[in-house]
């Protein structure tokens, strides 16, 4: 691991929990890849999505802003312009500790919430339930002792995984009212084990666990986890137990290095064929897809490079590879919006308490430049015709 994901994920997902986002986006933990070709997929894969139509898709979130009238007029065009290319797909995050507030508990008007979105209307979700969080954990509180969880407590004792079945229990009703594919038990869940908070193997038999129930109760919708690209080689074992238990291998993946800086085409081809390797005969999705442009095209001195060449560049190849790769199917675009300048600097100020002003600087700048509108002028970056494309492409992939 290396010293900025140390600091990037404990803290700054921390402070955006206190910014009143449960989301854990900052956990870049790459190490830079050496350049290999693109594997070709397997021969044989397992299809096993039964809730999403045949072929590739594509879909996107807003951000984590609250809109206001203007930005989410913007939004709700920039949306319709997407669903008209073929957009199919869309997502939401939850907390377990959202669901239930008290023990046995469920709030099912937390979930209703969380679905409510217009944006979301007549488009395929996929649930990310977060557990496990790049930030920490995110269970109820009657399993917590402040952040941890109680005493004598591990993520394999059968009162954590029991109280997890149980939520899924209720949870599996809930879900199929709204044109729900795939759900993911937990996210970047391979950061909080880096960070001491649980060991690998008593992930593994949390998720494991979690997994199995989830296909003997819900077996319509997919299940899977969700780890950061450098869990392929920081948890190879924790990976490879979630993979062979889940329907399909989800990852977070933007075109950034391990220290914060925009890279190019050849580091994307070389984190593609790791990701296929790692996946072996399962299907891919890349539940955030993202590349932010940096301050230089705005003439602002740029700590993490980028361009906006590069981040057409970056739809463009993913566009491409979704197409032509049935192994990839499927990828929610990370973001529309621009952070706002406000939210991106709250969140980086928790690094830059730290004494690590270069990594706070990076993160504000990936953050409030990594959206295909402006968040200050809400124009489209020229990324958003290519995005438009590519949802194009992956739209005629899927009628062929």
Known sequence: MTPVRIVIAPLCCAALALAGCSVDEVSIGE???????????????????????AGPHLGMITGFDPLDRER????EARYAEARAAGMTIGRIQIDWAELEPDRGA????????????????????????????????????Y??????????????????????TDLLDWLAVQLPAHNVWAISLGNEVDSPVDDGLASSADAETFFTTGLGHWNAISPDIASTVTLTIGAIERQPALARAIRDASDLVTYNYYCLNADITVNGEAQWQGQVDRMKRAAGDREIFIQELGCPVGYSPQGRASNIGGSLDIQER?????????????????????????????????????????????????????????GLVRWSDRTNRPAWDTWLAAIEGVRRARER
Do not use: C, H, M
């Open 314 to 370: 970056y739809l463009e190849f993913f566009g491409e590879l979704f197409a032509k790769d049935p192994q990839f199917r499927a990828a929610t675009l990370f973001q529309l919006y621009d952070w706002s300048p406000e939210l991106a600097a709250s969140f980086s100020q928790a690094v830059r308490e730290e004494g690590a002003p270069l990594a706070a600087d990076r993160l504000e700048e990936w953050l409030a430049t990594s």
């Open 72 to 75: 989410a007029d913007t939004a």
């Open 143 to 164: 399993l917590l002792d402040g952040d941890n969880l109680r005493a004598g407590l591990t993520l394999a004792s059968p009162e954590v995984t029991g109280a997890f």
């Open 31 to 53: 190490p830079t890849p050496t350049p290999t070709p693109v594997a070709t997929a397997p021969a044989t894969f397992v299809p096993s999505i039964p809730g999403l139509a």
């Open 106 to 141: 469920y709030d099912r008007q937390a979930l209703e919430d969380a679905f409510a979105d217009p944006l979301l209307a007549g488009l395929d979700i996929y649930v990310t339930l977060s557990t496990l969080d790049s930030d920490g954990l995110t269970f109820p509180a």
